[in-house]
């Protein structure tokens, strides 16, 4: 089945600890995004990539870090420096422009 | 500051009815357009996309665009319980991130 995975589904972290959200997809399209959303809000850029070993801020890239090694592979890294991370994370890939998202990683804070 | 204004509702109609769901965008250079449909505790799936002025219909679905007011809609005809979620609408220019409203509630009662 083609489409976009993210995992874990549900994710704690400690204060303190930086934690590592996955997403992969085998659409074989090039750009890839990470969004936040908080409950009643819209969702908000994090980073996004267009092309391998190349990735840009969004507009709420502050305490977020992001590798892109491979095309298949964009994971998302919560860092200690993040001191509001409690949301719901979504990645998305883009067709043309169209993107398509996972089926999201809801984070919270223990 | 680029900009997306939904009204969040909720919106309530009865079954059979049609819902009109409305949005407006800040940025002139702003290229497509389109409407995403989220449940409770899920990812945004895509139902309407839209780039040029005028109606595009899909369905129970009828998205309408005008560049020169700004202004984006969809329309649900014969709306059913299951079409209660919250949707979204997403703007985009070339090559970039999409920029989502806050979303609007709809509640379909039987």
């Known amino acids: 089945d083609g489409g976009i995975t993210q995992s874990p589904k549900y994710l704690f972290r400690k204060e303190g600890q930086n934690v590592t959200l996955s997403c992969e997809q085998n659409?074989?399209?090039?750009?890839m995004y990470w969004y936040r959303q908080d409950p009643g809000q819209g969702l908000r850029l994090i980073y996004y990539?267009?092309?391998?070993?190349?990735?840009q801020k969004g507009d709420i890239a502050e305490g977020y870090s992001v590798s892109r090694e491979k095309k298949e592979s964009f994971p998302l890294t919560v860092t200690s420096a993040q001191k509001n991370p409690t949301a719901f994370y979504l990645c998305?890939?883009?067709?043309?422009?169209?993107?398509?998202f996972g089926p999201g990683t809801r984070l919270l804070v223990l | 500051q680029k900009e997306v204004e939904q009204n969040s509702g909720p919106l309530s109609v009865p079954e059979g009815a049609i819902a009109s769901l409305n949005c407006t965008y800040s940025d002139r250079g702003s290229q497509s357009f389109f409407w995403y449909r989220q449940y409770s505790g899920k990812s945004p799936e895509l139902i309407m996309s839209i780039y040029s002025n005028g109606d595009k219909e899909d369905g129970r679905f009828t998205a309408q665009l005008n560049k020169a007011s700004q202004y984006v809609s969809l329309l649900i005809r014969d709306s059913q319980p299951s079409d209660s979620a919250t949707y979204l609408c997403a703007v985009n220019q070339a090559g970039t991130a999409l920029i989502f409203g806050k979303g609007t509630t709809l509640s379909v009662s039987s």
């Open positions: 990539s267009q092309i391998v070993n190349d990735f």
């Open positions: 998305a890939s883009r067709l043309g422009e169209t993107q398509y």
């Open positions: 659409l074989n399209h090039d750009a």
